[in-house]
T-cell receptor, first 109, second 117 residues
Framework: EDQVTQSPEALRLQEGESSSLNCSYT??????LFWYRQDPGKGPEFLFT???AGEEKEKERLKATLTKKESFLHITAPKPEDSATYLC??????????FGTGTRLQVFP | GAVVSQHPSRVICKSGTSVKIECRSL??????MFWYRQFPKKSLMLMAT?????????EQGVEKDKFLINHASLTLSTLTVTSAHPEDSSFYIC?????????????FGPGTRLTVT
């Protein structure tokens, strides 16, 4: 059974304090790993897709990396507006997007 | 590009009534749309997958007679919660698969908050 586990569950950072969010997965045939940002009361906002181990993608202060077992979302010098829940999801041979439970990030000025 | 809208954003209804939620892909055609449900501080739970012009495929444990899904066109899918009860209160989110980006990328709507009194 496909599984996605995110850690930590919650993360509090000082503005400018870089850190990483983890997404571990076990799937039957990974077709893609996705990162989304979700603000309270809103739908998920697409950030990145990673397709194969070794792939990296960057967008502003965010960088996503992928290995055969896990993905990391690195946040460099975060700002308060980066506060949100970050969701990881995998797409496998089941043809479904399976989500982790997310990491709630709070960045304080 | 790849914008998905939902309507309404919030709805309050009385127990026993039915509620329809619309999901539209605004700037692309979506052959496949998905409906999710999200409880507070929990992740998204896939309810069903709908393909344009065919019957929806429901996940295990989701009552197809309670949650009616129609995908009548390449830009519109609807979810009707029939005979709603307080336990149906939740945040419902749709998504659409677009071929604009990668082959498996899904773009999500802003969600609909349903409260059944």
């Amino acid at each position: 059974e496909d599984q996605v586990t995110q850690s930590p569950e919650a993360l509090r950072l000082q503005e400018g304090e870089s850190s990483s969010l983890n997404c571990s997965y076990t799937v039957s045939g990974l077709r893609g790993l996705f990162w989304y940002r979700q603000d309270p009361g809103k739908g998920p906002e697409f950030l990145f897709t990673l397709y194969s181990a070794g792939e990296e993608k960057e967008k502003e202060r965010l960088k996503a990396t992928l290995t055969k077992k896990e993905s990391f979302l690195h946040i460099t010098a975060p700002k308060p507006e980066d506060s949100a829940t970050y969701l990881c999801a995998v797409f496998s041979n089941t043809d479904k997007l399976i989500f982790g439970t997310g990491t709630r990030l709070q960045v304080f000025p | 590009g790849a914008v998905v809208s939902q309507h309404p954003s919030r709805v309050i209804c009385k127990s026993g009534t039915s509620v329809k939620i619309e999901c539209r892909s605004l700037d692309f055609q979506a052959t496949t749309m998905f409906w999710y449900r999200q409880f507070p501080k929990k992740s998204l739970m896939l309810m069903a997958t709908s393909n344009e012009g065919s019957k929806a495929t429901y996940e295990q444990g989701v009552e197809k007679d309670k949650f009616l899904i129609n995908h009548a066109s390449l830009t519109l899918s609807t979810l009707t919660v029939t005979s709603a009860h307080p336990e149906d209160s939740s945040f419902y989110i749709c998504s659409a698969r677009s071929l604009i980006g990668g082959p498996y990328e899904q773009y999500f709507g802003p969600g609909t908050r349903l409260t059944v009194t």
